[in-house]
Protein backbone atom coordinates (compact mmCIF):
# COMPACT_ATOMS: atom_id res chain seq x y z
CA UNK A 1 0.00 0.00 0.00
CA UNK A 2 2.97 2.09 -0.27
CA UNK A 3 2.74 3.12 -3.86
CA UNK A 4 6.87 2.92 -4.11
CA UNK A 5 6.77 6.21 -1.51
CA UNK A 6 9.17 5.72 1.26
CA UNK A 7 7.02 6.36 3.97
CA UNK A 8 7.80 6.28 7.84
CA UNK A 9 5.83 3.87 9.53
CA UNK A 10 3.15 7.02 11.41
CA UNK A 11 2.86 7.71 7.71
CA UNK A 12 1.96 4.28 6.29
CA UNK A 13 -0.06 3.87 9.63
CA UNK A 14 -2.10 7.34 8.56
CA UNK A 15 -2.39 6.22 5.00
CA UNK A 16 -3.68 3.12 6.14
CA UNK A 17 -6.29 4.17 8.98
CA UNK A 18 -7.52 6.86 5.97
CA UNK A 19 -7.82 4.00 3.38
CA UNK A 20 -9.44 1.64 5.79
CA UNK A 21 -12.38 4.72 6.44
CA UNK A 22 -12.49 5.11 2.56
CA UNK A 23 -13.17 1.11 2.05
CA UNK A 24 -15.57 1.23 4.91
CA UNK A 25 -17.74 4.50 4.10
CA UNK A 26 -17.54 3.91 0.52
CA UNK A 27 -19.68 0.63 0.82
CA UNK A 28 -21.86 1.08 3.74
CA UNK A 29 -23.22 4.66 2.07
CA UNK A 30 -23.59 3.38 -1.66
CA UNK A 31 -25.39 0.16 0.31
CA UNK A 32 -27.60 2.78 2.59
CA UNK A 33 -28.99 4.74 -0.84
CA UNK A 34 -29.01 1.97 -3.42
CA UNK A 35 -30.84 -0.80 -1.47
CA UNK A 36 -31.99 0.38 2.21
CA UNK A 37 -33.38 4.18 0.26
CA UNK A 38 -34.10 2.57 -3.13
CA UNK A 39 -34.01 -1.25 -3.57
CA UNK A 40 -36.49 -1.07 -0.38
CA UNK A 41 -38.48 1.81 -1.49
CA UNK A 42 -39.44 0.10 -4.77
CA UNK A 43 -40.23 -3.19 -3.64
CA UNK A 44 -42.72 -0.95 -1.24
CA UNK A 45 -44.02 0.94 -5.30
CA UNK A 46 -42.55 4.27 -3.41
CA UNK A 47 -40.35 6.19 -4.80
CA UNK A 48 -38.04 6.91 -1.81
CA UNK A 49 -36.22 9.95 -1.39
CA UNK A 50 -36.26 11.95 -4.77
CA UNK A 51 -35.93 15.85 -3.16
CA UNK A 52 -32.16 15.78 -1.74
CA UNK A 53 -29.80 15.92 -4.98
CA UNK A 54 -30.92 14.24 -7.99
CA UNK A 55 -33.03 11.41 -6.92
CA UNK A 56 -32.25 11.83 -3.79
CA UNK A 57 -28.22 10.90 -4.18
CA UNK A 58 -27.68 13.47 -1.52
CA UNK A 59 -30.35 12.28 1.46
CA UNK A 60 -27.66 10.13 3.18
CA UNK A 61 -25.51 13.63 3.50
CA UNK A 62 -28.90 15.00 4.98
CA UNK A 63 -29.45 12.55 7.64
CA UNK A 64 -25.69 12.57 8.87
CA UNK A 65 -25.99 16.24 9.07
CA UNK A 66 -29.49 16.00 10.84
CA UNK A 67 -28.12 13.69 13.20
CA UNK A 68 -25.22 15.61 13.89
CA UNK A 69 -27.11 18.22 15.18
CA UNK A 70 -28.95 16.04 17.76
CA UNK A 71 -28.78 16.81 21.34
CA UNK A 72 -26.32 14.19 22.68
CA UNK A 73 -28.36 12.26 25.37
CA UNK A 74 -27.57 10.75 28.17
CA UNK A 75 -30.12 9.26 30.45
CA UNK A 76 -29.88 9.81 34.33
CA UNK A 77 -29.35 6.77 35.57
CA UNK A 78 -26.91 5.51 32.54
CA UNK A 79 -23.10 4.70 33.24
CA UNK A 80 -21.96 7.23 31.57
CA UNK A 81 -18.59 6.19 30.37
CA UNK A 82 -19.72 2.65 28.82
CA UNK A 83 -22.63 4.35 27.58
CA UNK A 84 -20.09 7.01 25.15
CA UNK A 85 -17.99 3.71 24.67
CA UNK A 86 -20.34 1.41 23.32
CA UNK A 87 -20.99 2.66 19.76
CA UNK A 88 -16.76 2.97 18.79
CA UNK A 89 -16.51 -0.31 19.87
CA UNK A 90 -19.15 -1.97 17.51
CA UNK A 91 -17.77 0.32 14.73
CA UNK A 92 -14.37 -0.35 15.92
CA UNK A 93 -15.17 -3.71 15.68
CA UNK A 94 -16.69 -3.46 11.95
CA UNK A 95 -13.62 -1.48 10.71
CA UNK A 96 -10.45 -4.10 12.18
CA UNK A 97 -12.74 -6.57 9.74
CA UNK A 98 -11.94 -4.40 7.02
CA UNK A 99 -8.34 -4.63 7.64
CA UNK A 100 -7.77 -8.40 6.35
CA UNK A 101 -9.97 -8.45 3.25
CA UNK A 102 -7.71 -8.03 -0.21
CA UNK A 103 -9.33 -6.11 -2.66
CA UNK A 104 -6.75 -6.47 -5.04
CA UNK A 105 -2.55 -8.21 -5.11
CA UNK A 106 -1.27 -5.84 -3.30
CA UNK A 107 -4.21 -3.40 -2.16
CA UNK A 108 -4.97 -4.82 1.36
CA UNK A 109 -4.30 -3.83 4.59
CA UNK A 110 -2.75 -6.67 6.26
CA UNK A 111 -1.92 -10.21 4.58
CA UNK A 112 -2.38 -12.18 7.85
CA UNK A 113 -1.92 -16.17 7.06
CA UNK A 114 -4.57 -16.79 9.69
CA UNK A 115 -6.82 -14.07 7.94
CA UNK A 116 -10.58 -15.27 7.93
CA UNK A 117 -9.97 -16.66 11.24
CA UNK A 118 -8.90 -12.78 12.58
CA UNK A 119 -12.28 -11.33 10.47
CA UNK A 120 -15.01 -13.82 12.01
CA UNK A 121 -12.84 -13.43 15.70
CA UNK A 122 -12.81 -9.76 15.28
CA UNK A 123 -16.11 -9.06 13.76
CA UNK A 124 -17.84 -10.85 17.00
CA UNK A 125 -16.24 -8.56 19.41
CA UNK A 126 -19.58 -5.98 18.09
CA UNK A 127 -21.22 -8.27 20.77
CA UNK A 128 -20.01 -6.77 23.42
CA UNK A 129 -20.42 -3.05 22.62
CA UNK A 130 -23.75 -4.33 21.86
CA UNK A 131 -23.91 -5.73 25.52
CA UNK A 132 -22.25 -2.83 27.09
CA UNK A 133 -25.01 -0.41 25.30
CA UNK A 134 -27.48 -2.93 26.34
CA UNK A 135 -26.14 -2.85 29.76
CA UNK A 136 -24.93 0.63 30.08
CA UNK A 137 -28.41 2.44 28.91
CA UNK A 138 -30.24 1.58 32.26
CA UNK A 139 -32.97 0.45 30.31
CA UNK A 140 -35.24 -2.67 30.06
CA UNK A 141 -35.33 -2.29 26.53
CA UNK A 142 -31.92 -1.80 25.74
CA UNK A 143 -31.23 -4.62 28.49
CA UNK A 144 -33.58 -7.26 27.18
CA UNK A 145 -31.99 -5.98 23.46
CA UNK A 146 -28.55 -6.31 24.27
CA UNK A 147 -29.45 -10.14 25.85
CA UNK A 148 -31.49 -10.97 22.64
CA UNK A 149 -28.56 -9.48 20.47
CA UNK A 150 -25.60 -11.13 22.27
CA UNK A 151 -27.75 -14.62 22.50
CA UNK A 152 -28.41 -14.39 18.59
CA UNK A 153 -24.95 -13.22 17.63
CA UNK A 154 -23.57 -16.01 19.64
CA UNK A 155 -26.05 -18.42 18.21
CA UNK A 156 -25.28 -17.08 14.47
CA UNK A 157 -21.43 -17.03 14.91
CA UNK A 158 -21.35 -20.83 14.93
CA UNK A 159 -22.96 -21.72 11.65
CA UNK A 160 -21.00 -19.41 10.25
CA UNK A 161 -17.84 -20.32 11.33
CA UNK A 162 -18.55 -23.98 10.41
CA UNK A 163 -19.48 -22.32 6.84
CA UNK A 164 -16.52 -20.89 5.73
CA UNK A 165 -14.65 -24.38 7.42
CA UNK A 166 -15.64 -25.86 3.79
CA UNK A 167 -13.96 -23.47 1.66
CA UNK A 168 -10.53 -23.46 4.51
CA UNK A 169 -10.83 -27.01 3.55
CA UNK A 170 -11.42 -26.89 0.47
CA UNK A 171 -8.76 -24.14 -0.14
CA UNK A 172 -6.30 -25.48 2.12
CA UNK A 173 -5.44 -22.23 3.60
CA UNK A 174 -6.43 -19.82 6.01
CA UNK A 175 -4.90 -16.70 4.38
CA UNK A 176 -8.13 -14.59 2.89
CA UNK A 177 -5.06 -13.72 -0.41
CA UNK A 178 -4.49 -17.37 -0.83
CA UNK A 179 -8.35 -18.53 -0.56
CA UNK A 180 -8.98 -15.75 -3.58
CA UNK A 181 -5.65 -17.28 -5.45
CA UNK A 182 -7.45 -20.97 -5.04
CA UNK A 183 -10.53 -19.95 -6.83
CA UNK A 184 -8.99 -18.27 -9.61
CA UNK A 185 -6.62 -21.50 -10.52
CA UNK A 186 -8.89 -23.92 -9.49
CA UNK A 187 -10.54 -25.98 -12.18
CA UNK A 188 -14.32 -27.43 -12.66
CA UNK A 189 -13.74 -31.11 -14.09
CA UNK A 190 -10.16 -29.79 -15.89
CA UNK A 191 -11.50 -26.98 -17.51
CA UNK A 192 -9.64 -23.87 -16.14
CA UNK A 193 -11.00 -21.16 -17.78
CA UNK A 194 -13.53 -19.98 -15.07
CA UNK A 195 -11.62 -20.99 -11.85
CA UNK A 196 -13.18 -22.47 -9.58
CA UNK A 197 -15.18 -19.72 -7.31
CA UNK A 198 -16.52 -21.68 -4.63
CA UNK A 199 -19.98 -20.56 -4.17
CA UNK A 200 -20.45 -24.19 -6.92
CA UNK A 201 -19.05 -26.42 -4.59
CA UNK A 202 -19.97 -24.92 -1.26
CA UNK A 203 -23.54 -23.38 -2.59
CA UNK A 204 -24.70 -24.85 0.66
CA UNK A 205 -21.95 -23.24 3.06
CA UNK A 206 -22.91 -19.75 0.95
CA UNK A 207 -26.48 -20.08 1.79
CA UNK A 208 -25.39 -20.93 5.12
CA UNK A 209 -23.04 -17.95 5.63
CA UNK A 210 -26.04 -15.30 3.77
CA UNK A 211 -28.01 -16.83 6.77
CA UNK A 212 -26.01 -16.61 9.62
CA UNK A 213 -24.55 -12.90 8.13
CA UNK A 214 -28.58 -11.71 8.22
CA UNK A 215 -28.69 -12.24 11.39
CA UNK A 216 -25.19 -11.18 12.72
CA UNK A 217 -26.35 -7.84 11.29
CA UNK A 218 -29.64 -7.89 13.07
CA UNK A 219 -31.77 -7.95 10.14
CA UNK A 220 -35.18 -8.55 9.54
CA UNK A 221 -36.18 -11.64 9.60
CA UNK A 222 -33.66 -12.17 12.29
CA UNK A 223 -34.09 -8.55 14.26
CA UNK A 224 -35.59 -9.89 17.06
CA UNK A 225 -32.70 -7.65 19.64
CA UNK A 226 -34.28 -4.29 17.61
CA UNK A 227 -37.89 -5.29 17.39
CA UNK A 228 -39.71 -2.02 17.67
CA UNK A 229 -43.16 -3.49 17.97
CA UNK A 230 -41.65 -4.84 22.09
CA UNK A 231 -38.11 -3.46 22.62
CA UNK A 232 -38.62 -0.27 21.03
CA UNK A 233 -35.63 0.10 19.38
CA UNK A 234 -33.51 -2.52 21.39
CA UNK A 235 -29.96 -1.19 22.72
CA UNK A 236 -30.06 1.42 20.16
CA UNK A 237 -33.51 3.16 22.26
CA UNK A 238 -31.77 5.48 24.52
CA UNK A 239 -28.77 6.90 21.85
CA UNK A 240 -29.26 10.09 19.94
CA UNK A 241 -27.41 11.84 17.78
CA UNK A 242 -23.63 11.27 16.96
CA UNK A 243 -24.05 7.71 18.84
CA UNK A 244 -27.22 6.65 16.88
CA UNK A 245 -25.32 7.75 13.62
CA UNK A 246 -22.41 5.45 14.90
CA UNK A 247 -24.49 2.47 15.41
CA UNK A 248 -26.39 2.98 11.89
CA UNK A 249 -22.90 3.14 10.45
CA UNK A 250 -21.72 0.33 12.16
CA UNK A 251 -24.94 -2.07 10.48
CA UNK A 252 -24.37 -0.85 7.17
CA UNK A 253 -20.38 -1.06 7.56
CA UNK A 254 -20.99 -4.79 8.81
CA UNK A 255 -22.96 -5.62 6.39
CA UNK A 256 -20.41 -4.61 3.58
CA UNK A 257 -17.99 -6.52 5.54
CA UNK A 258 -20.01 -9.42 5.92
CA UNK A 259 -20.79 -9.14 1.75
CA UNK A 260 -17.03 -8.59 1.48
CA UNK A 261 -15.92 -11.86 3.24
CA UNK A 262 -18.80 -13.50 1.38
CA UNK A 263 -17.00 -12.16 -2.43
CA UNK A 264 -13.92 -12.98 -1.26
CA UNK A 265 -14.37 -16.51 0.05
CA UNK A 266 -17.38 -17.91 -2.55
CA UNK A 267 -17.17 -15.08 -5.24
CA UNK A 268 -13.63 -15.41 -6.23
CA UNK A 269 -12.47 -11.98 -4.56
CA UNK A 270 -10.60 -9.38 -6.67
CA UNK A 271 -10.32 -11.94 -9.75
CA UNK A 272 -12.87 -12.29 -12.30
CA UNK A 273 -12.12 -14.97 -15.37
CA UNK A 274 -10.01 -13.47 -18.27
CA UNK A 275 -8.16 -10.78 -15.70
CA UNK A 276 -4.67 -11.40 -14.70
CA UNK A 277 -4.35 -12.33 -11.01
CA UNK A 278 -1.46 -11.00 -9.94
CA UNK A 279 -0.91 -8.06 -12.78
CA UNK A 280 -0.37 -4.83 -11.32
CA UNK A 281 -3.66 -3.26 -13.24
CA UNK A 282 -5.77 -5.24 -10.74
CA UNK A 283 -4.74 -3.11 -7.73
CA UNK A 284 -6.86 -0.55 -9.29
CA UNK A 285 -9.67 -2.86 -11.08
CA UNK A 286 -9.57 -5.56 -7.78
CA UNK A 287 -11.79 -2.82 -5.92
CA UNK A 288 -13.98 -2.04 -7.90
CA UNK A 289 -14.68 -5.61 -8.57
CA UNK A 290 -14.94 -6.64 -5.21
CA UNK A 291 -17.54 -4.15 -4.57
CA UNK A 292 -19.34 -5.39 -7.82
CA UNK A 293 -19.52 -8.37 -5.78
CA UNK A 294 -20.25 -7.17 -2.66
CA UNK A 295 -23.32 -5.61 -4.30
CA UNK A 296 -24.46 -8.60 -5.37
CA UNK A 297 -24.09 -10.48 -2.44
CA UNK A 298 -25.64 -7.47 -0.34
CA UNK A 299 -28.31 -7.51 -2.69
CA UNK A 300 -29.47 -10.60 -1.73
CA UNK A 301 -29.26 -10.16 1.93
CA UNK A 302 -31.63 -6.86 1.35
CA UNK A 303 -33.66 -9.07 -1.04
CA UNK A 304 -34.06 -11.20 2.25
CA UNK A 305 -34.05 -8.30 4.31
CA UNK A 306 -37.22 -6.49 2.52
CA UNK A 307 -39.41 -9.52 1.89
CA UNK A 308 -39.62 -11.58 4.99
CA UNK A 309 -41.13 -10.89 8.25
CA UNK A 310 -39.73 -11.47 11.42
CA UNK A 311 -39.06 -14.61 12.93
CA UNK A 312 -40.03 -15.06 17.29
CA UNK A 313 -36.94 -15.50 19.48
CA UNK A 314 -37.40 -19.12 19.88
CA UNK A 315 -37.95 -19.95 16.00
CA UNK A 316 -34.90 -18.39 15.54
CA UNK A 317 -32.69 -20.03 18.67
CA UNK A 318 -34.32 -22.91 16.99
CA UNK A 319 -33.44 -22.44 13.32
CA UNK A 320 -29.68 -22.03 14.29
CA UNK A 321 -29.20 -24.61 16.48
CA UNK A 322 -31.15 -27.22 15.33
CA UNK A 323 -31.06 -27.28 11.62
CA UNK A 324 -27.90 -24.44 10.37
CA UNK A 325 -25.22 -26.08 12.62
CA UNK A 326 -26.39 -29.99 11.81
CA UNK A 327 -26.05 -28.45 8.05
CA UNK A 328 -22.51 -27.02 8.79
CA UNK A 329 -21.28 -29.77 10.13
CA UNK A 330 -22.94 -32.68 7.17
CA UNK A 331 -21.35 -29.64 4.67
CA UNK A 332 -17.86 -29.59 6.55
CA UNK A 333 -17.53 -33.59 6.72
CA UNK A 334 -18.59 -33.68 2.93
CA UNK A 335 -16.63 -31.60 1.78
CA UNK A 336 -13.49 -33.06 3.98
CA UNK A 337 -14.47 -36.98 2.17
CA UNK A 338 -14.51 -35.40 -0.81
CA UNK A 339 -11.32 -33.45 -0.59
CA UNK A 340 -9.64 -36.65 0.74
CA UNK A 341 -11.44 -38.80 -2.28
CA UNK A 342 -10.19 -36.25 -5.04
CA UNK B 1 -39.55 -28.05 5.13
CA UNK B 2 -43.25 -27.01 3.56
CA UNK B 3 -42.85 -23.08 4.31
CA UNK B 4 -39.92 -23.36 1.29
CA UNK B 5 -42.57 -22.92 -1.53
CA UNK B 6 -44.09 -20.03 -0.07
CA UNK B 7 -40.66 -18.27 1.13
CA UNK B 8 -39.33 -18.47 -2.48
CA UNK B 9 -42.84 -16.70 -4.02
CA UNK B 10 -42.41 -13.92 -1.37
CA UNK B 11 -39.01 -12.88 -2.86
CA UNK B 12 -40.46 -13.20 -6.59
CA UNK B 13 -43.31 -10.77 -4.96
CA UNK B 14 -40.74 -8.31 -3.75
CA UNK B 15 -38.52 -8.85 -6.67
CA UNK B 16 -41.28 -8.40 -8.88
CA UNK B 17 -42.86 -5.59 -7.61
CA UNK B 18 -39.50 -4.15 -7.72
CA UNK B 19 -38.92 -4.30 -11.35
CA UNK B 20 -42.61 -2.71 -12.04
CA UNK B 21 -43.12 1.69 -12.70
CA UNK B 22 -44.18 3.27 -9.74
CA UNK B 23 -47.54 5.30 -10.50
CA UNK B 24 -46.55 8.02 -7.35
CA UNK B 25 -47.29 11.43 -8.70
CA UNK B 26 -44.17 13.51 -7.21
CA UNK B 27 -46.62 16.52 -6.17
CA UNK B 28 -45.23 19.85 -5.85
CA UNK B 29 -43.40 19.21 -9.00
CA UNK B 30 -46.10 17.40 -10.94
CA UNK B 31 -49.54 18.83 -10.10
CA UNK B 32 -52.96 15.78 -10.64
CA UNK B 33 -55.94 17.26 -11.86
CA UNK B 34 -58.64 16.36 -9.22
CA UNK B 35 -61.82 15.31 -10.30
CA UNK B 36 -64.16 17.93 -11.09
CA UNK B 37 -66.62 17.17 -8.22
CA UNK B 38 -63.62 17.23 -5.77
CA UNK B 39 -64.19 18.80 -2.15
CA UNK B 40 -61.60 20.83 -2.14
CA UNK B 41 -63.16 24.31 -0.93
CA UNK B 42 -66.62 25.73 -0.31
CA UNK B 43 -67.19 28.37 -2.24
CA UNK B 44 -70.29 31.51 -1.61
CA UNK B 45 -72.36 32.91 -4.24
CA UNK B 46 -72.85 36.34 -1.56
CA UNK B 47 -75.88 37.37 -4.05
CA UNK B 48 -77.86 33.97 -3.49
CA UNK B 49 -77.31 34.02 0.59
CA UNK B 50 -80.53 35.31 1.96
CA UNK B 51 -78.80 34.83 5.77
CA UNK B 52 -81.22 31.73 6.71
CA UNK B 53 -78.94 30.51 9.31
CA UNK B 54 -79.56 26.48 7.71
CA UNK B 55 -76.12 26.24 7.02
CA UNK B 56 -74.52 27.63 10.57
CA UNK B 57 -77.19 25.71 12.28
CA UNK B 58 -76.13 22.31 10.30
CA UNK B 59 -72.45 22.39 9.95
CA UNK B 60 -71.48 19.62 12.46
CA UNK B 61 -68.40 21.56 13.59
CA UNK B 62 -70.02 24.90 14.10
CA UNK B 63 -66.83 26.19 11.82
CA UNK B 64 -69.39 28.70 9.64
CA UNK B 65 -70.06 32.21 11.32
CA UNK B 66 -72.57 34.65 9.65
CA UNK B 67 -73.76 37.92 10.69
CA UNK B 68 -76.87 39.72 8.66
CA UNK B 69 -79.33 42.97 9.17
CA UNK B 70 -82.25 43.58 7.51
CA UNK B 71 -83.11 46.46 5.03
CA UNK B 72 -85.46 47.46 2.38
CA UNK B 73 -85.25 47.20 -1.25
CA UNK B 74 -87.15 49.12 -3.87
CA UNK B 75 -90.17 46.82 -4.77
CA UNK B 76 -90.21 44.33 -7.76
CA UNK B 77 -93.49 46.40 -9.60
CA UNK B 78 -94.14 50.19 -9.87
CA UNK B 79 -96.05 51.44 -7.11
CA UNK B 80 -95.59 48.70 -4.52
CA UNK B 81 -94.44 48.09 -0.91
CA UNK B 82 -90.31 48.25 -0.63
CA UNK B 83 -89.57 44.67 0.40
CA UNK B 84 -87.49 43.46 3.48
CA UNK B 85 -84.09 41.86 2.55
CA UNK B 86 -81.38 40.62 4.42
CA UNK B 87 -78.11 41.58 4.09
CA UNK B 88 -75.26 39.31 4.31
CA UNK B 89 -72.51 41.54 6.93
CA UNK B 90 -70.12 38.35 7.41
CA UNK B 91 -69.49 35.09 6.37
CA UNK B 92 -66.69 33.22 7.68
CA UNK B 93 -65.83 29.53 7.04
CA UNK B 94 -63.21 28.28 9.42
CA UNK B 95 -61.57 25.88 7.34
CA UNK B 96 -59.18 24.53 10.01
CA UNK B 97 -62.78 23.06 11.87
CA UNK B 98 -64.30 22.05 8.66
CA UNK B 99 -64.21 18.34 7.98
CA UNK B 100 -65.46 18.50 4.43
CA UNK B 101 -68.79 16.90 5.12
CA UNK B 102 -70.88 19.27 2.24
CA UNK B 103 -73.84 19.36 4.85
CA UNK B 104 -73.85 22.93 4.50
CA UNK B 105 -73.50 22.58 0.44
CA UNK B 106 -76.38 20.34 0.68
CA UNK B 107 -78.07 21.80 2.80
CA UNK B 108 -78.25 25.87 1.05
CA UNK B 109 -82.06 26.41 -0.08
CA UNK B 110 -80.94 29.16 -1.85
CA UNK B 111 -77.71 27.65 -4.00
CA UNK B 112 -74.93 29.69 -2.21
CA UNK B 113 -72.84 27.11 -1.61
CA UNK B 114 -70.65 25.67 -3.94
CA UNK B 115 -68.14 22.74 -3.83
CA UNK B 116 -64.90 23.92 -5.64
CA UNK B 117 -61.84 21.45 -6.30
CA UNK B 118 -59.61 24.07 -5.38
CA UNK B 119 -57.46 22.63 -2.75
CA UNK B 120 -54.44 24.40 -2.25
CA UNK B 121 -55.26 27.11 0.39
CA UNK B 122 -52.97 25.47 3.07
CA UNK B 123 -51.39 28.16 5.66
CA UNK B 124 -48.11 29.23 7.92
CA UNK B 125 -51.00 30.68 10.44
CA UNK B 126 -53.79 28.43 11.70
CA UNK B 127 -55.67 31.68 11.57
CA UNK B 128 -55.42 32.54 8.01
CA UNK B 129 -57.96 29.29 7.57
CA UNK B 130 -60.53 31.56 8.16
CA UNK B 131 -61.80 32.49 4.77
CA UNK B 132 -64.32 35.51 4.71
CA UNK B 133 -67.07 36.34 2.30
CA UNK B 134 -64.74 37.89 0.00
CA UNK B 135 -62.40 35.14 -0.22
CA UNK B 136 -64.71 32.61 -0.44
CA UNK B 137 -66.46 34.47 -3.40
CA UNK B 138 -62.82 34.44 -5.02
CA UNK B 139 -63.56 30.69 -4.45
CA UNK B 140 -66.80 30.62 -6.81
CA UNK B 141 -64.89 31.81 -9.81
CA UNK B 142 -63.42 28.03 -9.67
CA UNK B 143 -66.37 26.22 -9.21
CA UNK B 144 -66.94 24.02 -12.10
CA UNK B 145 -69.75 23.20 -14.22
CA UNK B 146 -72.03 20.04 -13.13
CA UNK B 147 -71.46 17.55 -16.04
CA UNK B 148 -74.31 16.26 -17.82
CA UNK B 149 -76.70 13.33 -16.29
CA UNK B 150 -76.65 10.44 -18.39
CA UNK B 151 -78.64 10.01 -21.76
CA UNK B 152 -82.20 10.01 -20.84
CA UNK B 153 -82.03 10.86 -17.12
CA UNK B 154 -85.30 12.72 -16.10
CA UNK B 155 -83.59 14.86 -13.92
CA UNK B 156 -82.85 18.11 -15.69
CA UNK B 157 -79.42 19.51 -15.49
CA UNK B 158 -78.26 21.22 -12.40
CA UNK B 159 -76.61 24.49 -13.46
CA UNK B 160 -74.04 26.89 -11.54
CA UNK B 161 -75.64 30.25 -10.99
CA UNK B 162 -72.67 32.57 -12.63
Given amino acids: MTFGLHLAYWEQSLVRVLFVLVA ?53 RADRHLFAFAPYLVVGAVLLVYVVIPFGPDAYFANLDTGIFYALAVSSVSVIGILIAGWSSANKYSL ?4 RAAGQLIAYELPMVLAVVGVVIQAGTLNLKNI ?25 GFGLFLLAS ?97 FREDQLQTLAWKYLIPLALVNIMATAILKVVF | MPEIPGLIKGLGVTFKTMLQPNVTVQYPHVKEAPAARARGVIALKEENCTVCMLCARQCPDWCIYIEGHKTKAPPRREGGKPRTVQLLDRFDIDFSLCMYCG ?20 EPRIGDLLHDKSKLGEWFLTVPDYTAYEAGAEVKQKKVPR
Avoid at chain 1, 36 to 58: I, T
Avoid at chain 1, 144 to 147: I, V, Y
Fill in chain 1, 24 to 76: VLIPAGTFVYVFLFKMMSFMQSRLGPMEAGPYGSLQLLAEVGKSLQKEDIFPE
Fill in chain 1, 180 to 204: VGAQANGSMFGFSGLGNPYILTQII
Fill in chain 1, 144 to 147: MGGL
Fill in chain 1, 214 to 310: QAELTQAPFDMPVAESELVSGYMTEYSGLRFLLFFIGEFASAGAFAALAATLYLGGWWLPGLDLNANYMNVVGPLVVLAKMMVVAFLIFWFRFTYPR
Fill in chain 2, 103 to 122: ICVEVCPFDALFWSPEFEYS
